[in-house]
């Protein structure tokens, strides 16, 4: 069984700055690429970024100049660190990642989800 738990979420202030984590733990083989995605109250989940196991990452437009998605393979740990978050930038997000198991199957898993708020 495989989960995966964000953290780091909460209130930021316009123009703040966010850290979330995202750690896999249970029983598989590999973990290919791993992913943040976040949906805002009313919209369709989308894309924040992705990175690969060997740590190419990328971008949605919307946020390319402003955050980070980094990449702990020891750990199986992901992260993403977001600079001048914007009320826009208010949702859930959510990590998943494409995890080889030992039956040599592949699964995507998502996280719980972690809420950010970004208000004065």
């Excluded at 995605?37 to 919209?43: L, P």
């Excluded at 971008?59 to 393979?73: E, G, H, L, Q």
């Excluded at 997000?93 to 996280?111: E, Q, R």
């Amino acid at each position: 069984q495989v989960q995966l738990v964000e953290s780091g979420g909460g209130l930021v202030q316009p123009g703040g700055s966010l850290r979330l984590s995202c750690a896999v733990s249970g029983t598989f083989s590999s973990i290919y690429a791993m992913g943040w995605y976040r949906q805002a109250r009313g919209k369709q989940r989308e894309l924040v970024a992705t990175i690969t196991r060997g740590y190419s990452p990328a971008y949605a437009d919307s946020v390319k100049s402003r955050c980070t998605i980094s990449r702990d393979n020891a750990k199986n740990t992901i992260y993403l660190h977001c600079d001048s978050l914007e009320p826009e930038d208010t949702a859930v997000y959510f990590c998943n990642a494409d995890v080889l198991l030992h039956s040599a199957t592949k699964s995507i898993y998502w996280g719980q989800g972690t809420q950010v708020t970004v208000s004065s």
